[in-house]
């Protein structure tokens, strides 16, 4: 099951190149980033080509950071892309908690990033209905 | 016990010390121009006092009075026979200065050895003195009286997190004296070594120079996996050593033989009966070169007592439950950082250290109350955030009137974790 990494971060400037700064000593590559903030904090989340040593890294600045399981599902990129595992979602009851969602080739394939209560549960819905899910290591390579 | 004849003497037989020491600190402090003065001016005859109850004659002293007789004017002895002074920080005036004879320090050092062994440090023990030495009395106070006892001292001082670890990890240390907010920081600066400090050889804190709760006195014990003790003492009263908890850790065993006790309200005067709360007044019967008569030490306790398993007789105060001049008044209900402080530190997910901002707008008060989350406590929902916040917001109803807003910071983003702690910033304009 992958992983992303979540840090807490209070809502004001520098909060990301603090964060940046550490894993880039440490030669951990972000290959995606999103914030969800909620006015004075928020919770940076970060999709990292090795999530624990930098989530171990970030700990170890002081960095409030932890390590979330999370599903990856990889899907055409093509009008209508989403929609279909959208919909499987909607059809089996599952609500999404947070997602993000990049491209990886232009018009071929992109992914979508998403938390949900049962991670186990909704990855093994998600397979039966024909999505394909990413494993940890396909995603940390891409 | 370190000296059974006085620490469990017949109570008759302390008084009778009492008295005796006391009439010869008034006898020398007569010869002072500050008491002199208060003597002649509200006509006490030194030689009539012939019991304790006479002590109520007296004024009170206070801060200001040793700040107006600064340099020298309460010091009691020829200048030739002090060996040492101690000052105050000073911050908000003029410093306070006292005077110690080579008698009173080798009375007081014996006076923390005492201390040292009802917390059963032995003189196998060794001692990290991680406390600033200099005009502050804390640092030097305890290094006296460990060495009296017989410990090997470290005599590390404060700052250099780095060096205080391996000074432990290579002397072995086992007890240590530390401010309560730089044990926490340095309890997590050890976890970033990798090393847990339950592992350490440590069993033992002496915790002193600023104020905190209890709960946090239960969050070093459960970080360091030791035994941490509260003590009191300041330098008007020589300094750490005044009372110290025993290992049943119930209060502070006051050392009488020192110190007459009494207890007041703080805002009449009145002297109040045992066991009732208000502002702790003490005299020094037991340093020649700077006496004190009924010193208003401004800290809020009770005397407890009934007497201590233990068997010392010295009668123990409660914890201090804050100071007269830390109460701050919110809404119109007077409040004490302390409290605060132990709801916070009952919240698992709240770190070690918080601000209290005091504020006004448009006329009403409002408190905001900064606190820190604990790393290993975030999961990364930003629900559980929210929730958290209300958790405090709801634990902290029951004691202030007005609704706090509550504002989550990065752990180790708050000021003075090493030192003394400013924990309230009031900025309202009065």
Redesign the interface.
């Known amino acids: 099951m992958p992983f992303q990494v979540s840090v807490f971060a209070e809502n004001r400037p520098g909060k990301i190149e603090r964060i940046t700064d550490v894993l880039s000593r440490n030669k951990i590559n972000i290959r995606a980033i999103t914030i969800s903030d909620s006015g004075d904090y928020g919770i940076i989340k970060l999709l990292l080509d090795r999530p624990e040593a930098g989530c171990d890294a970030l700990k170890e600045d002081g960095i409030a950071a932890t390590l979330k399981e999370i599903i990856a599902v990889k899907m055409e990129d093509a009008p209508g892309g989403l929609h279909t595992v959208a919909s499987i979602l909607s059809d089996k009851g599952i609500n999404v908690e947070d997602a993000y969602g990049f491209m990886i080739k232009s018009h071929e394939s992109a992914i979508f990033v998403f938390q949900v209560e049962n991670v186990k549960h909704v990855e093994k819905l998600l397979q039966e209905a024909g999505v394909i899910t990413v494993t940890e290591k396909e995603l940390y390579l891409l | 016990m370190w000296n059974k004849d006085i620490e469990a003497i017949d109570r008759k037989d302390l008084e009778a010390l009492q008295l005796k020491r006391l009439k010869k600190a008034l006898e020398l402090a007569s010869g002072t121009p500050f008491y002199g003065k208060v003597f002649r001016d509200n006509k006490v005859d030194v030689s009539k006092i012939t019991t304790l109850e006479h002590l109520k004659d007296l004024p009170f002293t206070v801060k200001n009075d040793l700040r107006l007789s600064y340099p020298d004017g309460m010091m009691a002895v020829p200048k030739s026979d002090v060996v040492r002074m101690h000052a105050s920080s000073g911050t908000t005036g003029k410093s306070t200065v006292i005077f110690y004879s080579q008698k009173d320090i080798h009375e007081w050092a014996d006076l923390v050895a005492r201390s040292m062994v009802a917390t059963g440090t032995t003189r196998d023990d060794i001692f990290q003195n991680m406390m600033g030495y200099g005009l502050f009395t804390g640092g030097l106070g305890l290094h006296y009286g460990a060495e009296r006892l017989g410990c090997m001292v470290i005599p590390s001082s404060t700052g250099n997190t780095l060096r205080q670890i391996q000074l432990m990890e290579d002397f072995f240390t086992t007890v240590i004296h530390i401010t309560p907010s730089y044990a926490l920081h340095l309890a997590?600066e050890i976890h970033?070594q990798g090393v847990d400090p339950r592992d350490l050889p440590v069993k033992k804190a002496y915790l002193g120079a600023e104020p905190y709760s209890e709960a946090t006195r239960d969050k070093i014990e459960e970080q360091w996996g030791i035994d941490a003790y509260n003590s009191y003492g300041m330098s008007e009263m020589n300094g750490p050593g005044v009372a110290f908890e025993c290992t049943n850790k119930a209060g502070m065993h006051l050392w009488e033989d020192f110190y007459i006790t009494e207890v007041i309200n703080p805002e009449t005067g009145e002297v109040l009966p045992d066991g009732e709360e208000g502002e702790l007044v003490l005299t020094h019967i037991n340093r020649e070169a700077m006496p004190i008569f009924r010193y208003r030490t401004r800290d809020l306790t009770r005397i407890i007592p009934e007497p201590c398993s233990c068997g010392r007789v010295h009668r123990r105060i409660e914890r201090i439950k804050g100071r007269t001049d830390d109460m701050f008044i919110i809404g119109g209900v007077n409040i004490f950082p302390s409290q605060i402080e132990s709801v916070l530190m009952n919240i698992p997910e709240v770190g070690n250290n918080y601000q209290i901002v005091l504020d006004r707008e448009e006329n009403l008060d409002r408190i905001i109350i900064k606190v820190e989350?604990?790393?290993k406590m975030?999961?990364?929902?930003?629900k559980d955030?929210?929730k958290l916040r209300k958790k405090i917001v709801e634990e902290l109803r029951a004691l202030i009137v007005v609704n706090p807003r509550i504002?989550?910071?990065?752990?180790?983003?708050l000021p003075a974790s090493v030192g003394k702690a400013v924990r309230v910033v009031d900025n309202r304009k009065l």
């Open positions: 997590e970033k989350l604990y790393s975030f999961h990364g929902d930003l955030l929210e504002e989550l910071h990065e752990p180790g983003s």
